[in-house]
């Protein structure tokens, strides 16, 4: 029997925008970092600085972190999973390809994500709306970059699949994750053993391909904006996340990067007085119907209504 998918409340696309505002953000601070510090070092520091604060909160919560080989082990997996297996591929991938190709192949994560869970989950499985939605909202991040996204789609095919790739391991995350959520951890206790056991993996991996003792003291700029991608990009962010696919299922948790651009786009509009383009607003419009199909409420409503003998 296929069991249908979660439907998401008011609550869940709430934490959906929060999320997608934090890091659709976090690009531009990681723009500034990057200009004092290499990628690996900055991806080591973002997430060693989150550790304290969550730790704090864990014990002002009173749960504190468990102890088991068991657990830790789990944290272990999602930890490589979720942050520094993805994070390493997708940053050499991106270094290699056109950003805008990359900001494409990320949005594939809520494709990869409806799979994974259609095969690894029993209640998210892919119906023909969750695919049609999925596959609108990629068009309109397609339509919303433009053409010019795709330049260089013919040249650095590994650099290309290493970013696809990246987003199959967000997808495997998700899946893991919402099978943790039966050992009776809280969102705030696996995201924090994740991001711990994320840092001791990124360690050796610094070590081995930068010299970070070696380095000049980053600029005001650049550690402000580093604290801010600890504090809120990854401690508070990571348990919005996590409480998200607790509560809508991990296929609804992985919509985040459809949700990304448009916000982006809007900030700008907002705030740095740029223009919206025609072919922004209609990106915008098909992500939004992608979003609706997901959603799935609408489309019941104008289905025609069965009578049941």
């Known amino acids: 029997m296929t069991i249908a998918p ?9 934490l959906i925008a929060i999320l997608s505002l934090i890091w659709g953000s976090a690009f531009f601070l990681i723009v500034i970092v990057l200009r004092d510090m290499p990628a690996n070092t900055m991806v080591f520091l973002r997430f ?13 919560t009173g ?18 999973l979720n942050i520094a297996i993805p994070l390493i591929i997708f940053t050499w991938g991106q270094a290699r390809i056109p ?14 994500g409806v799979i994974v869970a259609h095969f ?6 892919a119906t023909p709306l969750r695919l049609f939605g999925v596959l609108t909202g990629f068009a309109g991040v397609g339509v919303m970059m433009g053409s010019g996204a795709l330049t260089g789609a013919g040249e650095n095919v590994m650099a290309q699949l290493a970013c696809a790739g990246a987003t199959l391991f967000y997808a495997l995350a998700g899946v893991y994750a919402l099978r943790m959520g039966d050992t009776g951890l809280s969102p705030m206790q696996i995201a924090t053993g994740q991001v711990c056991t994320a840092s001791l993996m990124m360690i050796p991996i610094v070590l081995l391909t930068e010299t970070p003792w070696a380095l000049p003291m980053p600029g005001l700029a650049a550690l402000a904006s580093l604290a801010t991608l600890a504090l809120v990009g990854t401690s508070f962010a990571y348990l919005l996340y996590f409480r998200l696919i607790a509560s809508a299922g991990a296929s609804n948790a992985l919509l985040i990067p459809l949700t990304i651009p448009p916000i982006a786009i809007l900030l700008g509009a907002l705030f740095l007085d740029e223009v919206i383009l025609p072919q922004q607003m209609a990106g915008i419009a098909l992500i939004a119907l992608g979003l609706l199909a997901l959603d799935g409420r609408m489309f019941r ?7 049941v003998p």
Do not use: H
């Open 63 to 80: 749960e504190g972190l468990p102890m088991t080989a068991t657990i830790w082990k789990q944290f272990t997996i999602l930890g490589a």
């Open 99 to 112: 950003s805008g190709l990359a900001s494409v192949l990320n949005a594939t994560t809520p494709l990869w």
């Open 48 to 60: 060693a600085l989150a550790i304290p604060p969550m730790l704090l909160w864990l014990r002002y």
């Open 6 to 14: 979660k439907s998401m409340t008011a609550q869940d696309w709430g």
């Open 120 to 125: 690894l989950t029993q209640n998210e499985k």
């Open 301 to 307: 409503c104008l289905a025609p209504s069965r009578s």
